[in-house]
């Protein structure tokens, strides 16, 4: 081999080797599937906010070893659904990049201002703010951390899952007494007092009518378990304050049961009306806590009357 081949050839060398640089350099790098939220652990986390796009908010914190509502007495959260969320959080992964870009923030809904929810989770040792935004996919999300351009897909976590709503986060219920239990209810309002009874026939009866009336059987036991079933929307406070209306309520149920044999009395208490959001402002005497239960509820207590639980009698048809 002269001289030139030699040159010819190491130049040949070099072009081979300039075009493998290039396809390894155009070639899409693998990503390493990892964890997106490195190091976190339930022992560390101590408190987690939830926002949504309807301007919902549940604060949730660790008060020792309980989760509880904040701003609200400690109320009680259901433990597991915590648990669950955090077991999502850490179960989503880099591995489904979507883009680097910045500018594609916006259309996948996962700009700082503008999402489907952002979680706010603080730790012993540091903080993570994750942003869940549009579903191109069923049971598929885009996500974002907030200190970083990237967007991943997962199915690691929902907006259900990861719901805003307080009620979500908590047991609703305010009063759950079986009807069959129940022995009187008293109700007093601006339209007076109705006083309901079960006889030892096993037959409701209202004080208040007079022996030409009959207790319309059925719209009373709408009433009943609207009384013996109670939600709430949200809980308040376990400090009784005097915005709420209830030392001079507009509705007062007193509800009287057995349970486990024992005679037992309730009383529940239906304060203001919240003018934010329309909810009324609410007291169980079996629990510490005041509580907003929604308008429908409160209102059908509030406006009860004499006259629509009287069995209106058919009119007997003249025969010609």
């Known amino acids: 081999m002269n001289k030139l081949q030699k040159i010819l050839a190491g130049v040949l060398c070099l ?48 008060v020792g070893e309980t989760w509880v509502l904040a701003n609200t007495g400690n109320y009680p959260v259901i433990a597991n659904n915590v648990t669950d969320l955090m077991d999502s959080l850490r179960n989503i992964r880099t591995g489904r990049l979507v883009t680097n ?10 700009e700082d201002d503008q999402f489907q929810r952002k979680i706010e989770v603080k730790m012993t040792d540091g903080s993570y703010t994750v942003l869940i935004g549009s579903s191109p996919a069923q049971s598929n999300v885009h996500v974002r951390l907030s200190n970083q351009d990237s967007v991943y897909l997962t199915n690691a976590i929902s907006t259900t899952k990861a719901s805003a709503q307080v009620s979500n986060w908590v047991d609703t219920t305010v009063i759950q007494i079986p009807s069959d239990s129940v022995k009187s209810i008293a109700v007093t309002s601006s339209n007076g007092l109705l006083q309901f009874e079960l006889g030892s026939d096993n037959q409701w009866t209202c004080l208040q009518l007079s022996a030409e009336e009959t207790l319309d059987i059925s719209k009373w036991t709408t009433y009943l378990t609207a009384f013996t079933n109670l939600r709430m929307v949200t809980p308040v406070s376990d400090l009784i ?19 486990n044999n024992e005679s037992k009395t309730g009383e529940l208490l239906i304060g203001k009306q919240d003018e934010t959001d329309t909810n009324y402002y609410a007291k169980w005497s079996l629990s510490p806590y005041v509580v907003k239960i929604a308008s429908f509820n409160a209102e059908r207590m509030i406006n009860i009357t004499k006259s629509e639980l009287i069995s209106v009698s058919a009119t007997p048809t003249s025969t010609p």
């Not at 870009?101 to 996962?110: D, F, I, N, P």
């Not at 209830?246 to 149920?253: E, Q, Y």
């Open 241 to 259: 304050d005097d915005n709420y209306g209830l030392s001079s309520p507009l509705a007062k149920v007193v509800i009287q049961y057995t349970e």
């Open 15 to 62: 072009q081979l080797l300039l075009v493998a640089l290039v396809i390894f350099m155009h070639q899409p790098k693998t990503l390493e599937d990892e964890p997106l939220l490195m190091n976190l652990t339930n022992e560390k986390v101590t408190s987690i906010q939830i926002s949504d796009n309807e301007n919902n908010n549940a604060i949730l914190e660790k």
């Open 101 to 110: 870009t910045k500018a594609s923030h916006q259309r996948l809904e996962v």
